[in-house]
């Protein structure tokens, strides 16, 4: 299986910064796109950011500009770093990472247990 583990969540005030990382584990053969969406309080789940194996990145509309999303494939690690954050970013933000277990296997989408982060105004 393939496990992704999210950190570096939690409360800051309105303009502040705040870098989150997720790091994949398990049986893993290549990792593939690796993103983050987000899912505020009554709302669906969006596209935050996406990062190709070769580094193309695709940002939702809503955090052009203010966030940037890398990632490190030797250490199957993706990062967020979120800058001039605003209340409604507000959010429990979800990695999640295409990966396949196998040179012949399928790639599948896991997604993390999510991470809550709080702007406050």
């Known amino acids: 299986q393939v496990q992704l583990v999210e950190s570096g969540g939690g409360l800051v005030q309105a303009g502040g910064s705040l870098r989150l990382s997720c790091a994949a584990s398990?049986?893993?053969?290549?990792?593939?796109?690796m993103g983050w969406y987000r899912q505020a309080s009554g709302k669906q789940r969006e596209l935050v950011a996406t990062?190709?194996?070769?580094?193309?990145?695709n940002y939702g509309d809503s955090v052009k500009g203010r966030f940037t999303i890398s990632r490190d494939n030797a250490k199957n690690t993706v990062y967020l770093q979120m800058n001039s954050l605003k209340p409604e970013d507000t959010a429990v933000y979800y990695c999640?990472?295409?990966?396949?277990?196998?040179?012949?296997?399928?790639?599948?989408?896991?997604w993390g247990q999510g991470t809550q982060v709080t702007v406050s105004s």
């Open positions: 990062v190709t194996s070769g580094g193309s990145t």
């Open positions: 999640n990472s295409f990966a396949k277990q196998s040179r012949s296997g399928s790639y599948f989408s896991y």
């Open positions: 398990g049986s893993i053969f290549s990792i593939n796109d």
